[in-house]
């Protein structure tokens, strides 16, 4: 009789525009996941890979000279095709759960909305570079773009995507939002202005329905 075969892990994404705490709170939502029993990679993008972490230098350098949005896709997108084959897509098969900080629907929202590229081009390259892969759950930590740039400056130095115009951002997070509203069964709203027990009380209420 044949071994019985691992069951998939799932894969989370999360996105929102910056200072809207993900990274503090990945950390959060992965030991509540470890502690339900499931194992737990934790990965970024772009980034996840010694590739992707080279292309995350260049995407992110303030001392470049600024990179045409149409070459800043196609890294993010070389990045992520290494990050898909060599990570995400092993870790799945051997049923442990992925949690991503960005994924493609940053690509939608950054070099989209933000930056003016048709998303068809951007479809085109989710698809050649991922197949059927697209996340299972992916919780937006939304708020006010004001606010969320108040506070990635307050944390120090900013890098390139940082230092954009507020117009940039309010584009961004409008992405977001509607990405949201099109696909309710994936995505998870946290309001992200509030301090962070109420962020994460809004994030343990999600979670439980996820895990049950």
Known sequence: MSAQK?????????????GGGKTTNIAFIAEKIRK???QVLLTREP??????????KILVSRE????????????????RS?????????????GIWVLCDRFTDASYAY??????????HIKMLENFVQGSLR???TFLFDLDANIGLARAQ??????RFEQQHIKFFNRVRSEYLKMAEAEPKRFRLIEAQHDLKKVQQQIVQKLDEILS
Do not use: C
């Open 47 to 56: 980034g996840g890979t010694t590739t992707g972490e080279a292309i995350r």
């Open 111 to 120: 070099q989209g909305a933000g930056r003016g590229i048709d998303s068809e």
């Open 36 to 38: 339900a029993g499931h």
């Open 64 to 79: 470049l000279p600024e990179i045409n949005p149409q070459t800043e896709l196609l890294l993010m997108f070389a990045a």
């Open 82 to 94: 290494e990050h898909v084959q060599r990570k995400i897509l092993p870790a799945l098969e051997q």
């Open 135 to 137: 996340p299972d759950i």
């Open 154 to 159: 307050s944390r120090g130095e900013t890098d």
């Open 6 to 18: 691992t069951k998939r892990g799932l894969f989370i994404t999360f996105e929102g525009v910056e």
